[in-house]
């Protein structure tokens, strides 16, 4: 099996975990928070059917990034609309720092008893879930970013008092800028984005 095919079988469960859980997270938090717009939707449920875009899908598996169908809420609903849109922002990646760390230790959990597991599904295994550790600590350090249109973009400007026209500007504007970045670093081989550097320094704590 040659390294690219490898990467693509392991790293697209992976993906439709983590986006499935991240999108699950909005939906759920914005629910709880008072707006029904997701649930209204059919968003608040962990089948990857609600929450994959083909498109986004596909940009991944092809050029390393891509996206999922955002979930949608109705800041009118919202008692504490700044607040609570921070709160549904933050979600979604702390979802997937959650599941990260918990996979390593589930892998640690795996290791001191894998001694009676036939060496290819022990491989497998491992490998499955390392995949899905890592993914899910790089969507959690690439969605925090103060980047628009990345949910820790929503943190940052809702901590701003701009009007709906300038934050759309700025999230248009933004998007392409995060796409040029993205672009460069596919090209030219250059981590831009720390994302390698955050997840070897977690999986170092767990396995040094």
């Given amino acids: 099996m040659s390294l690219d095919l490898q990467n693509i079988l ?3 469960p992976a993906v439709v975990v983590g986006l499935t859980v991240h999108e699950y997270a909005h939906a759920y938090t914005a629910y709880r928070l008072g707006d029904p717009t997701a649930k209204d939707q059919g968003r608040i449920t962990l ?9 986004g899908m596909l940009f991944i598996v092809i050029a390393g990034f891509g996206w999922a169908k955002p979930v949608q809420f109705s800041p009118e609903n919202l008692k504490k609309p700044k607040l ?3 709160l549904i922002a933050l979600a979604g990646p702390l ?3 959650a599941l990260g760390l ?3 230790l589930l892998i640690k959990a795996y290791l001191f008893f894998s001694y009676a597991v036939p060496d290819n599904a022990h491989q497998i295994i491992v490998y499955t879930l390392f995949y899905l550790a890592v ?3 790089g969507l959690f350090i690439f969605n925090i970013l103060p980047f ?3 949910d820790g973009s929503h943190v940052f400007f809702s901590g701003l008092n701009l009007s709906a026209a300038a934050e759309q500007n700025m999230m248009k504007f933004g998007s392409y800028a995060l796409f040029a970045v993205l672009f460069i670093e596919s090209r030219a081989n250059v981590d831009l984005i720390p994302i390698g550097t955050f997840t070897d320094y977690v999986v170092g704590l767990f396995f040094k």
């Fill in 148 to 150: 628009p249109p990345l």
């Fill in 84 to 86: 609570y849109k921070a």
């Fill in 47 to 55: 089948n990857p059917v609600r929450h994959i875009d083909p498109l």
């Fill in 102 to 104: 918990l996979t390593l």
């Fill in 10 to 12: 392991y790293s697209v």
């Fill in 135 to 137: 993914i899910n600590l």
């Fill in 95 to 97: 979802s997937n720092l």
